[in-house]
């Protein structure tokens, strides 16, 4: 198992999730974070720290968000690890918003 972040973090890129992270398995490009699944150890801290709800268990996914596994591998492969906080992105708030959060 591991855990996978989807598309709810698209435009925000809050990452409360990398500072709970207890190894360096989280990366990012201009638009969201991925977790590198050969890094994760799957302790699930990164999960409740999420303010959009962006963050599964590979498991919970539905049928229909299960290509993030391998959007979340690829991606991880080819961006840099973040290992702090930085700030959300501009618009991140109102995004929270309409995805209810």
């Known amino acids: 198992m591991t855990y996978v972040v989807t598309d709810n973090c698209r ?3 809050y990452t409360e999730c990398v500072t709970v992270c207890p ?3 989280f990366h990012l490009d201009e638009s969201m ?3 590198d699944p050969e890094n994760c150890i799957d302790c699930g801290g990164c999960a409740p720290a999420c303010p959009v709800g962006a ?3 590979d498991y919970r996914l539905a049928a ?3 290509f ?3 959007v979340n591998r690829k991606r991880a492969a080819e961006t ?3 290992s702090g906080r930085l700030p959300a ?3 991140a708030d109102e995004r929270r918003q309409a995805l209810g959060r």
């Open 68 to 70: 993030w596994i391998d």
């Open 89 to 91: 992105l501009p618009g």
């Open 55 to 57: 963050i599964e268990p």
């Open 64 to 66: 229909d968000k299960k």
């Open 23 to 25: 190894v360096e398995c």
């Open 33 to 35: 974070t991925y977790i």
């Open 80 to 82: 840099p690890v973040i």
């Open 11 to 13: 435009g925000c890129r």
